[in-house]
């Protein structure tokens, strides 16, 4: 039987093909070095003995911009392999490390804790190419016979309404006070703390933090069985993006609970307040200025971005369940996601030192 007669053309058993596949987790690897070579141009700008230029501005902006740029090629990677018809067992796996390379800030930030907690002697820049390179060779590795492709099958209803309903519970619980505590930060560090004391007192009561934790897990473990599910067919860039952006906050709820649970609270003596200073990394300088801590920058960014953008990929999906037009699904998920991106920016303009004069 030839190569074509199994739905195979020969340029997609090449060499060519083959590194097609592998771009995304390629470009993963720089990851980290566009963070550093951010820090050196922005040590440059901060810098009051010396003379700001206008070529590190430019430079912090484009090293910044090719950071946030590593997942979009995942996302791009993702939906490019997700409209391939007749997919072999290379494609798809392919198609599932561009996920996670969606999901690089979130994991970069996860491995730098625990290898600072665990004193590796491997600095996490090089853990993370490591765990790449793996992942390259898992891909370069795989058979390029035919991927059996399954019938689109429903997830099970009652764990899809599971899913909404804890999202619905978290985001009046906790998400929605949570994000609008971040938003005081453009008033000030002041502003933040003063607000923070107050809706604490709600989500991280004895009774409700147990609750909510669980829930968290919930969707996290939940949400990777809907995501397994959907990927067993064919899926559109809608579901994909819901997909990507559900990856990316599995990585970020299951790091985020790390730094806040185990790290700040248990592993470090004395045990760390996770306010204002802890997020910001003010005793290291700040978001912008530590070498370590620039990386949260995409991180929390894209956190708030894929939260938010994710109900508006499910949003999208329930109007469509309940018969609703398609386009008008549609611009509802375009409009959150909008939305989504504006407080994102704002959170970390106000993380990275904005202030806005309210008097």
């Given amino acids: 039987m030839t190569i074509e007669a199994q739905g195979i053309t020969p340029d997609r058993v090449g060499v060519s093909r083959k590194f097609t596949l592998i771009a ?8 980290p070095w566009t963070l550093r070579a951010f820090n050196i141009a922005a040590a440059e700008i901060v810098e009051p003995s010396r003379p700001t230029h206008l070529i590190f501005w430019l430079g912090a902006a484009l090293f910044l911009a090719l950071a946030f740029a590593i997942p979009l090629i995942g996302l791009l990677a993702s939906f490019r392999l997700a409209r391939v018809t007749a997919p072999t067992v290379a494609e798809r796996r392919a198609e599932l490390v561009a996920l996670l390379v969606v999901a690089a800030p979130a994991i970069y930030t996860f491995l730098g804790v625990v290898d600072f907690m665990t004193n590796s002697p491997l600095p996490d820049e090089w853990a993370f190419a490591l765990l790449w390179a793996l992942l390259i060779v898992a891909v370069v590795a795989s058979p390029d016979r035919p991927y059996p492709i ?27 006070f949570h994000l609008v505590n971040h938003l005081a930060g453009l008033i000030g560090p002041d502003a933040h703390r003063s607000l923070m004391k ?9 009774l409700v933090e147990p609750l909510l934790v669980a829930a ?63 997020a910001t ?29 994710h109900m508006g990929a499910g949003l999208r999906m329930a109007m469509i369940g309940h018969n609703l037009p398609e ?17 994102a920016l704002a959170i970390m303009l106000g993380m990275c030192g904005l202030r806005l004069d309210l008097v």
């Fill in 24 to 31: 995304a987790p390629l470009a993963a690897i720089a990851y």
């Fill in 150 to 176: 399954a019938s689109a099958a429903a997830a099970p209803a009652t764990l899809r309404v599971a899913h909404g309903v804890a999202a619905i519970a978290i985001l009046a619980v906790f998400l929605g």
């Fill in 198 to 206: 107050s809706v604490h007192a709600i989500y991280g009561s004895a």
């Fill in 216 to 278: 968290l897990l919930f969707q996290v473990a939940s949400g990777s069985f809907l995501a397994a599910r959907h990927l067993r067919a064919s899926a559109d860039p809608f579901r994909i993006f819901q997909i990507a952006a559900g990856v990316y906050l599995a990585f970020f709820i299951l790091g985020h609970m790390n730094s806040v649970f185990v790290y700040a609270r248990s592993w470090s003596n004395p045990p760390i307040v996770t306010d204002w200073s802890f």
């Fill in 281 to 309: 990394s003010e005793a290291w300088g700040g978001l912008i200025e530590s070498g370590w801590s620039n990386r949260l920058i995409p991180h929390y960014a894209l956190g708030v971005f894929f939260v938010v953008a």
């Fill in 327 to 343: 386009r008008w699904a549609n611009r509802a998920m375009f409009g959150v996601a909008a939305a989504a991106a504006l407080l």
